[in-house]
T-cell receptor, first 117, second 114 residues
Framework: GAVVSQHPSWVICKSGTSVKIECRSL??????MFWYRQFPKQSLMLMAT?????????EQGVEKDKFLINHASLTLSTLTVTSAHPEDSSFYIC?????????????FGPGTRLTVL | GENVEQHPSTLSVQEGDSAVIKCTYS??????FPWYKQELGKGPQLIID?????GEKKDQRIAVTLNKTAKHFSLHITETQPEDSAVYFC?????????????FGTGTQLKVEL
């Protein structure tokens, strides 16, 4: 159990276009999902916390109008990179928070490699 | 906010040897400490976690120890195998009050040599 998927696994786009990345929890419901960005050989940087049915909470320095997050259901959150530029090229990873009376754990998706030309 | 330091940044061991990775955290309120394994080009995979009400947890070849007083925790891998080669990240958070917002260490590249 505790499977999180992301789609697409990789995407190449032209500068100025928008790209949407989907994150799904396949076998559990997640009221909270997180979006991270990871540069080569570096740690994960939290971009925002996505809460089902409410606005996302962005980390300091992350442009909310640039990175649009929608968490419309308990199993799906989307990240849209608007007007993408080469500096937005990165590995984007989502995680879903699974809670129960005995556990509170984040499970990660496989990541999406974004390349902006 | 929370700050997590992780050492070493790289670790090379011979197959069959043990590997130890250490992390320290700054916020004494943190009560949840997971470890993730990340293979190249993939997302992090949870391998073990520990909560602050216990000092040690073991799962087959993997164990984690926690010293709340000193605010540090460690990952121990015994009988290492080539498939253990990956980047390992420690993290700390506060649950449930902190929303399980993870603060990650900088990662350790583990290489298990034949």
């Amino acid at each position: 159990g505790a499977v999180v998927s992301q789609h697409p696994s990789w995407v190449i786009c032209k500068s100025g276009t928008s790209v949407k990345i989907e994150c799904r929890s396949l076998d559990f419901q997640a009221t909270t999902m997180f979006w991270y960005r990871q540069f080569p050989k570096q740690s994960l940087m939290l971009m925002a916390t996505s809460n089902e049915g409410s606005k996302a909470t962005y980390e300091q320095g992350v442009e909310k109008d640039k990175f649009l997050i929608n968490h419309a259901s308990l199993t799906l959150s989307t990240l849209t990179v608007t007007s993408a530029h080469p500096e937005d090229s990165s590995f984007y990873i989502c995680s879903a928070r699974r809670t129960s009376p005995r556990t509170d754990t984040q499970y990660f998706g496989p990541g999406t490699r974004l390349t902006v030309l | 906010g929370e700050n997590v330091e992780q050492h070493p940044s790289t670790l090379s061991v011979q197959e069959g040897d043990s590997a130890v990775i250490k992390c320290t955290y700054s916020d004494s309120a943190s009560n949840y400490f997971p470890w993730y394994k990340q293979e190249l080009g993939k997302g992090p995979q949870l391998i073990i976690d520990i909560r602050s009400n216990v000092g040690e947890k073991k799962d087959q070849r993997i164990a984690v120890t926690l010293n709340k007083t000193a605010k540090h925790f460690s990952l121990h891998i015994t009988e290492t195998q080539p498939e253990d080669s990956a980047v390992y990240f420690c993290a700390a958070s506060l649950v449930p009050g902190g929303g399980n917002k993870l603060t990650f260490g900088t990662g350790t590249q583990l290489k298990v040599e034949l």
